[in-house]
């Protein structure tokens, strides 16, 4: 109704004043069931919100980063940490082996020592047993020897109380041949 009752001069005046283009006024037209814009400027995205959305995909992408090299992270350490317990796993086997082993040779050098102390000690008593044979057989000999002598020799009574020369030089005959005649086992 207003705009029956204005001048058409000074609609045009306004238009011109204005400097509207059809395409202009096309945009800052308002579409039913928008709510209408406090300028008549038409909507385009403000720099700000561009920067907050471009600083919002920047720090979404650093936390996606940060979240990947954490996921990264903590999978290499329990890498590691399977790999290290593997290791120790595989040193206490060894240790374990070892010590069987250790064990084994420590038993065997211990049999080796009682053979040979049991050796030692079986040489030992047949010296003992041969050196007892060798003093019973030399005694033995020693007194068949003697009782040999004593019935091989028998001294003239004159000798018997006097020690003469001719009576060692007797004696001395004597034993020489009853050396031999003993060597060659008449006796």
Known sequence: MQAEEQDPDQVW?????RETD????FATRPVPGLPRASSERPARPQFW???ALGLAALVLALIVGVTFVQWRSQAAAQETLRLNQEAQRQAQAQIEQMQREALVRQAQLEVEQQRQEEKRIQDF??????ADEARRAEAETADRRE?????FYRPPPHCETAATMECT???I???RVFDEKFAKGEF
């Open 22 to 25: 059809p395409q202009r006024e």
């Open 125 to 130: 008593n047949e010296q003992q047993r041969a």
């Open 13 to 17: 005046s306004d238009t011109v004043r």
């Open 169 to 171: 030089n007797r004696y």
């Open 147 to 151: 009782k040999a002598w004593a019935r």
């Open 49 to 51: 919100l561009v920067i």
């Open 173 to 175: 005959r004597a034993r």
